[in-house]
């Protein structure tokens, strides 16, 4: 029912009309229609409102009903109350003008490439979102309540045991859930490390890699020696007096060779020999397609070896859930360097894919990209053959991304006109260590893994467009 008001000009000065109506009784709908009489400028700042009775007599309701809509507008600022001066709109309560009920614009969203090659990325309309939602209500509904109160820095004990099994599974990694402590990726575990001062001093790296973490570790104080590489992977017979070395060794990044068993063996027995560690970046193990994976470096020594993984490469960077496995002697300094309580990767994702991993969930996701992205490799090789078989894709056939090595002289102008073309890729050029004195070569890093199934064909067809011809 609706019911209104209209007063004479005698009791405020000008003609108002309210109309009470909605939800909540009478009262309610008093006090939503005088906060929208002076939102709307139609009673003025120090317009002196009708005594109770009058306004209730006008309205046809009691005289309480009014008395306690003035006191809750008076309360929330709107209207003020003296003795003898009776009930006036506030002076502070400023009407809403015109040009503040018009819509803010957002700013213009950056055009995005008509093609995106760039590496580091899954399909992301791959995400296994029904397996993911049913995992997530799962975990919700069997979460203890301890689970919505501070969390473990070291991470949900159900992950950590569920890593221990799929790890030692899928990697070879030899650990117990004692040693694991859940990060947020990669980076976040750098930061953790060098930041947190668990690791000091200058880092081997090699020659070629994500100027990111290069930056992450010099920001934190860690000076970076770049170790040349060969067919054979990184040259690790090279180091020297650094205390830690940071290898891809399942698949460099991003040159995409793997680094050969006896080099292998040969870091750890370095680590062992200087007291060092060998932090070993497995960012896309679990995918390689000509044969099976080559398992991780930390089994052959869990003490001189920190494996790094995340699930930034299988499932989705979005979820920023990764881990590192440490060596004993690492765990209480890399617990003190997170902090009292969990403050980076959502208890709630933690336990969603502890429950992905033991329902199986996560092994028929791997399995199914594995195929998608081994199509995928086989496709670009197929195309580059028809349409420019001069270019040689270098690498094994593994991870979500391949090099494809390009004519002297020919990098620079080949990512220009890419980038002419709407096609989103890298230069080999862009990972290489400053500081190296490795030979250059030229190259283009093309992530074959981003784009979505149906748009991959016209991806491929704008790639072999750009690519420099053979003379």
Known sequence: MTES???SAE??????????????????ALIRALRDAVRGGRLAPGTRLPPYRSL??????????????????????????????????????????HAERVPIKAPPRARGPRHD??????DASAFPRAAWLASYRRALQQAPNEVFGPGDPAGRRELREALTEYLARARGVRTEPGR????????HALRLLFGGGVLRGPVAVEAYGLAFHRELLQTAGARTVPLPLDDDGARVDLLARERAVLLTPAHQFPTGGPLHAERRAAAVDWARARGGVVLEDDY?????????????????????????????????????????VLPERYMGAVLEAKGEREGWASVLDQ??????????????????????????????????????????????????????????GTERSAVKAATWQGVALDGLAEFRHPETDMPAADGLVVGYATPSEHAYGAALDALCGVLPSAD
């Not at 809750?72 to 003008?97: D, F, K, M």
């Not at 028929?364 to 081994?374: G, T």
């Open 5 to 7: 008001w209209v007063n």
């Open 11 to 28: 009791r405020i000065g000008a003609d108002l009309h309210l109309e009470l109506s909605g939800p909540g009784g009478r009262r309610a």
């Open 56 to 97: 209730a007599a006008d309205l046809g309701v009691a005289r309480n009903t009014v008395a306690d809509a003035y006191a809750e507008l008076v309360a929330e600022g709107w209207l003020t109350a003296r003795q003898g001066s009776g009930t006036r709109v506030a002076a502070r309560a400023e009407p809403l003008r």
């Open 117 to 122: 090659l760039r590496q580091g990325a899954p």
């Open 180 to 187: 694991i402590v859940v990060c947020s990726g990669f980076a």
């Open 284 to 324: 896309d193990g679990e995918f390689r397609y000509d044969r099976k994976p080559v398992g991780a470096v930390q089994g052959l020594d869990p003490e001189r070896v920190i494996h790094i993984g995340s699930v930034s490469k299988s499932l989705s960077p979005a979820l920023r859930l990764g881990w590192m």
């Open 351 to 408: 336990l969603s894919l502890a429950d992905f991993i033991v329902s199986g969930s996560y092994d028929r996701h791997v399995r199914r990209m594995r195929q998608r992205y081994r199509s995928r490799r086989d496709r670009l090789v197929a195309a580059l053959a028809e349409h420019v078989p001069h270019i040689e894709v270098t690498g094994v056939a593994a991870g979500l991304h391949a090099v494809l090595r390009l004519p002297p």
